[in-house]
């Protein structure tokens, strides 16, 4: 995985609340066992209307607003327990998800595929939204060495908390597996006493 220490850009804000993980990725792109091109079918339903063409009205669509990091609405990632929907934002170029509330399974397939859920207030997801909004050019800070999320220009922040085997993971691109093999010499003395 590509480590995540910091990260700077601008953000797509979509104002919806529970966002379930069918509405991420719909069912009938669940046919295949990797990665690849999940991103291209990350919210199809809304992307593009039933003939193939673009929704005009849906935000991803808006040209105005790009950037890696999504700003959604609380209860994101609620449904199935599908890791598709975490495959999906990852390919479509999402390296972090700001809400208000996580579904817990959501949250944990996120974590293992490299995309970081920031959870914070609502208070302060609302915040966000009117800055993205009155200028979509706006940019967001995620520090995940220090658990902090901030809105540049204005300098407001504000704390986030992760698991700490999660955030060792994230900042040395390690899944479970590197994780293990990162420790490799301390069970290995620990094997011989």
């Known amino acids: 995985m590509e480590k995540f220490i910091t990260h700077i850009d601008s953000a797509v804000p979509l104002e ?7 509405q991420i990725i719909p069912a009938r792109f669940l046919k295949a066992t990797d990665k690849k091109g999940f991103g291209e079918n990350v919210f199809r339903d809304w992307r593009f209307d039933s003939n193939g063409y673009p929704n005009e009205d849906f935000i991803l669509n808006d040209t105005a607003f790009n950037g890696s990091i999504l700003v959604a609405g609380n209860n994101f990632g609620c449904g199935s327990s599908r890791e598709h929907a975490a495959w999906a934002l990852k390919a479509y170029g999402f390296k972090v998800v700001v809400s208000s509330y996580f579904a817990d399974i959501f949250k944990e397939n996120a974590l293992n595929n490299g995309l970081l ?11 966000i ?7 979509p ?10 658990q902090k999320i901030e809105i540049l220009r204005s300098g407001e922040n504000e704390d986030f908390e992760i698991d700490s085997y999660k955030k060792t993971c994230l900042i040395n691109g390690y899944d479970d597996i590197d994780y293990l093999l990162s420790k490799k010499e301390a069970i290995k003395q620990f094997e011989e006493k």
């Not at 939204?129 to 200028?135: G, P, S, V, Y």
């Not at 050019?137 to 220090?146: A, G, H, M, P, T």
């Open 129 to 135: 939204f009117k800055a993205i909004l009155k200028d």
């Open 137 to 146: 050019s706006e940019k967001i800070k995620v520090d995940l060495q220090n």
């Open 117 to 127: 859920p920031v959870l914070i207030s609502p208070g302060f997801l609302e915040k």
């Open 16 to 22: 919806i609340e529970n966002i379930d993980t069918d």
